[in-house]
Antibody, heavy 124, light 110 residues
Framework: QVQLVESGGGVVQPGRSLRLSCAAS????????MHWVRQAPGKGLHWVAI????????YYADSVKGRFTISRDNSENTLYLQMSSLRAEDTAVYYC?????????????????WGQGTTVTVSS | QSALTQPPSASGSPGQSVTISCTGT?????????VSWYQQHPGKAPKLMIY???KRPSGVPDRFSGSKSGNTASLTVSGLQADDEADYYC??????????FGGGTKLTVL
């Protein structure tokens, strides 16, 4: 079945780095844009970044621009989020999600498949 | 980008209809037909209910419908059921390839 499984979360000190992974299965990963979305404890959803199906285009929320990098390995069906200079306000559950747009088309910024999330806690 | 504005709460009795609004600006909701709605039960990942303003993914009941007028999008849930009780979030594409979410609406089925 269609599935996304995140990993790599944990407790990290402010200023340090962490890399999240998202393993995709059950669909042609290389044909769809992918997103990262986060949710701070008890708060709403907050979009983090998007990468196009071929990795050629990447866009970020202002809150993470210059600190986070989204990437993908289509040969391994895996999405990544490299996070650096982490701050307390980056503490959240991080979800990866598949864009609902058509195969090999520009994303429509809707997300129809979500992972279960991985928790990142930034604390000294 | 500022968050889209949603009412913090909404409620209705079983069988009734309820509409949740999502207000943005001409730079997001009003400027593009890329509004989505998500349902999130406690401790669960969000679930896509509506995309591109009014399209329903397969498997989503037709009790859920979406619309847009100007800078405000709406999600209507008709024939309310107990399992519809959840948090609902809207989102919209915004200028310069951004995505903005609403603050969320807690729907209570009385």
């Amino acid at each position: 079945q269609v599935q996304l499984v995140e990993s790599g979360g944990g407790v990290v000190q402010p200023g340090r780095s962490l890399r999240l992974s998202c393993a995709a299965s059950g669909f042609t990963f290389s044909g769809y844009g992918m997103h990262w979305v986060r949710q701070a404890p008890g708060k709403g959803l907050h979009w983090v970044a998007i990468i196009s199906f071929d990795g050629s285009n990447k866009y970020y929320a202002d809150s993470v621009k210059g600190r986070f990098t989204i990437s993908r390995d289509n040969s391994e069906n895996t999405l990544y989020l490299q996070m650096s200079s982490l701050r307390a306000e980056d503490t959240a559950v991080y979800y990866c999600a598949k864009d609902v747009g058509n195969f090999r088309q520009w994303p429509v910024f809707g997300m129809d498949v979500w992972g279960q999330g991985t928790t990142v806690t930034v604390s000294s | 980008q500022s968050a889209l504005t949603q009412p913090p709460s909404a409620s209705g009795s079983p069988g009734q209809s309820v509409t949740i609004s999502c207000t943005g600006t001409s730079s997001d909701v009003g400027g593009y037909n890329y509004v989505s709605w998500y349902q999130q039960h406690p401790g669960k990942a969000p679930k896509l209910m509506i995309y591109e303003v009014s399209k329903r993914p397969s498997g989503v009941p037709d009790r859920f419908s979406g619309s847009k007028s100007g800078n405000t999008a709406s999600l209507t849930v008709s024939g309310l059921q107990a399992d519809d009780e959840a948090d609902y979030y809207c989102s919209s594409y915004a200028v310069n390839n951004n995505l903005v979410f609403g603050g969320g609406t807690k729907l209570t089925v009385l």
